[in-house]
């Protein structure tokens, strides 16, 4: 993994013994000053006890570390769970001589068990004393949970005559299908930048990355994004609708798309990424509705990880997606080998098309012939290791 460095922010991933793995479990965040804040936090109603402690921290907009920790989701752990939340965050802010209430807390992990904030004090204590500018990557190492690989990306962009770095980690293997975030993902940039601006990009860039995937149709609730701008690159504040936030937001999507793709070649159990290209809807929404609806399709899934053209499952998502639509009209073709051709089946096409689903990625096109709008969504099979990972999680 090459070095990733963010010019005033430093980093730190430890082991505190959270996981029975010995890995690393625990990581720090740390701006030199205090930043720009923007999040997204998920949707399910069930929300662990760090995503509200961290709902209440983005109220000022403005956040200057993140301490998370892996292998313990502090979901579902009721008041003490919100105590352990705070705690983790005073312990952070002593370790590292900011205000407590400028320190963002998450977890991820299994449902349901108190953090062992033994271990976790320690923890903090440890990776404070460590924290460096060319720890990025530990830090990606120890927010993974069923994961296995980091997922990191980067990029860099010029504001008038100053150079701008953006990189980010996110995390997620497993739960992912979100609404408003993915599993765990972290944006830094040294840029300075007004907040409406960072809200506004960070929507923007997540509506067409991280709202884009799918593993298991499972929502987590842990899951966070949060980006942060702390202005050490020194330039103007990148205001809206400058070309300098327009160079902020192609930089955003680019990362975030990489580690988009990434979630889903991760996917538990996965063997294939599959982007699902729904063209000709009457609206950008219909299509990501039919996208989505075909993406989650458990008989769809497993047809991938069989290399098997299955068209009739993929028509009949199509046609409980709850999109009205014309079936007589619809194609479907995978990497240009049309195997249903106005809503009719061609199966002279399946061995051809079968050679393509045995690639380790692939696109799947639906064309309505319905209109203009188009939406992409990415999505993995699913295979016999999601079941014995699944099945085997907690025990």
Not at 10 to 22: E, H, L, N, P, W
Not at 233 to 253: D, H, M, T, V
Request: proline share 4%; with cysteine; charged share 20%.
């Amino acid at each position: 993994m090459p070095i990733i460095r963010v010019p005033g922010f430093k980093f730190a991933g430890v082991t505190c013994g959270i996981k029975k793995s010995k890995k690393k479990d625990l990581a720090l965040i740390f701006s030199e000053r205090p930043a720009t804040a923007a999040a997204l936090f998920t949707t399910n109603r069930v929300k662990a006890a760090p995503v509200l402690v961290g709902m209440k921290r983005m109220q000022r907009g403005i956040i200057q570390a993140v301490v998370a920790n892996s292998g313990n989701a502090n979901a579902c752990t009721g008041a003490g769970g919100m105590r352990d939340a705070e705690a983790m965050c005073r312990e952070a802010g002593v370790r590292l001589g900011i205000n407590p209430g400028l320190v963002l807390p998450s977890s991820t992990g299994v449902i349901g068990v108190p953090l062992p904030m033994a271990k976790v004090k320690s923890g903090i204590e440890k990776a404070a004393a460590v924290l460096s500018a060319g720890s990025f990557s530990q830090a990606a190492e120890a927010i993974l949970t069923t994961d296995r690989f980091a997922k990191t990306a980067s990029a860099s962009f010029r504001v008038n005559d100053k150079k701008v770095v953006l990189a980010a980690m996110v995390k997620g293997a497993g739960m992912i299908a979100p609404n408003m975030a993915t599993m765990l993902a972290y944006i830094l940039t040294d840029a300075a930048v007004e907040a409406g601006t960072l809200r506004a990009v960070l929507k923007l860039a997540a509506e067409e990355t991280f709202h884009c995937v799918t593993v298991d149709g499972d929502m987590s609730t842990n899951d966070t994004v949060l980006f942060l701008a702390n202005g050490a690159a020194g330039n103007a504040p990148i205001r809206r609708g400058s070309r300098a936030e327009r160079r902020l937001a192609e930089a955003a999507r680019e990362v975030m798309k990489e580690l988009a793709i990434k979630l889903v070649e991760d996917g538990e159990g996965a063997t294939k990424v599959v982007e699902i290209f729904v063209v000709g809807a009457r609206s950008v929404a219909e299509a990501k509705k039919v996208a989505f609806t075909v993406a989650n399709s458990k008989l769809v899934k497993t047809a991938f990880f069989g290399s098997d053209p299955n068209f009739g499952r993929i028509m009949a998502a199509i046609g409980y997606a709850g999109v009205p639509i014309r079936p007589e009209r619809i194609d479907v073709g995978f990497d240009g080998v049309t195997v249903v051709k106005n809503g009719v089946g061609m199966p002279s096409r399946e061995r051809a098309a079968a050679r393509v689903l045995r690639r380790l990625s692939f696109r799947l096109k639906i064309h309505l012939h319905q209109g203009k709008a188009s939406a992409a969504v990415w999505t993995s099979d699913l295979s016999y290791e999601y079941v014995r990972i699944n099945s085997a999680y907690r025990t």
